[in-house]
């Protein structure tokens, strides 16, 4: 991760040149331009989208859902995406965190890590502020840290960029007019230098949660952007039945599509489906999960008895690839033996021996009932 200290602010942020007055009718010769979607509907390209969240309902979880489906060019939530590049600035949640919720989508999307060359991620989970306010000087700007965003996204040219959070990345004042229209334009200006959609997940105020707007800070939030979603959860029923896995997501703002219906979302093994595609239950998969568990021990016996080590850690013997690869594994792929082998450590069906003399020792799996 690239670390960048200090933040100077810097008093001058300069815009650029705006376009020359035109008449309307030199537009007759010219083809009316396509609207350019990074999803159909919800999130148009070359401008700013938010989606708000309550804390815990997994806005982050579907902002990185969005990144991995753009790069692999899969359906987000049973829409389309246009496939590309993405940067993704995680502000909130540290490499470690974002390898697990990376691993579950790789088993929902039926890909491996590997296919993820595309998604670039930048955890800035003790570093923030893409733009300060100068308490001295009381000039609002980019810090140093816009800076070197803006180089990477020179470097790098996504089609994507997710910002999470707003409150981490925004160093200004929340409800200042002036100040938040300043800082939208700069991601704007971003997103068509780029011809890439901004998609920045923000936290409502609690007047946005109790009215169910989703909203927070001054109202240019909602005014500057071109689309906003809000990820909550659906308020109790009378009898005080919840289903904790819920979501509810609404298009509070579209400028350049339709209004469409609330979606009902669903929390499955760390993504988010929707309504069709959440058709399998908890014991269902719990089910799944003892299968696989399973396989990775019967693969794993047979690999021992034949005198093949097997290793915990990534490299040429490392288990959740090798047993991926293994005619008896079928469809499993190797991120979800990632997760069951991460299980059976969990429960103690698994362990790790040491092997090999002291100059050249290695670290092999084995399984605690056949040791």
Known sequence: MTTVRPFPVVASFETTAPPAPFT???????????????????????????????????????????????????DWLNRKVRKGRVFYVSAEDDQDELHRRLNDMCVHFDCGLEDLGDLKLWPLDDITELVALDEQSREFGPTSLWTELERILDDWQPFLIVLD?????????????????????????????????????????LTGMSSGSGSSGSTAWNNSVRSRLYLSK???????????????????????????????????????????????????????????????????????????????????????????????????????????????FDSGAIRIEKVGPASRERKQLVAVSAS
């Open 165 to 205: 959070s707003r409150a981490d990345v925004y160093g200004g004042d929340e409800v200042n007019r002036r100040q938040v229209r300043r800082f939208v334009s700069m991601l704007r200006q971003l997103a068509r230098s780029l011809n890439a959609a901004v998609v920045m997940l923000s936290h409502p105020s």
């Open 234 to 344: 659906p308020a109790l029923k009378e009898d005080g039945d919840h289903d904790p896995d819920l979501r509810l997501l609404s298009l509070k703002k579209a400028n350049y599509g339709p209004e469409t219906a609330d979606m009902h979302l669903y929390r499955k093994a760390g993504v988010f489906v929707t309504k069709e595609g959440a058709t399998t239950t908890p014991l269902d998969r719990t089910a799944e999960r003892n299968r696989i568990d399973e396989l990775f021990l019967q693969i794993l016996g047979v690999m021992t008895e034949r005198g093949q080590t097997i290793s915990p850690s990534p490299g040429a013997n490392y288990a959740p690839a090798i047993f991926a690869r293994d005619s008896r594994a079928g469809e499993v792929r190797k991120p979800a033996f990632v997760l069951a082998m991460n299980r059976l």
């Open 24 to 74: 309307a009718d030199a537009l007759a010769s010219q083809q009316v331009p396509p609207r350019n979607w990074q999803v159909p509907g919800l999130i148009p390209g070359t401008t700013v989208t938010t989606i708000d969240g309550d804390g815990g309902t997994g806005k982050s979880t579907l902002g990185l859902q969005l990144g991995v489906a753009t790069v692999l060019g899969k």
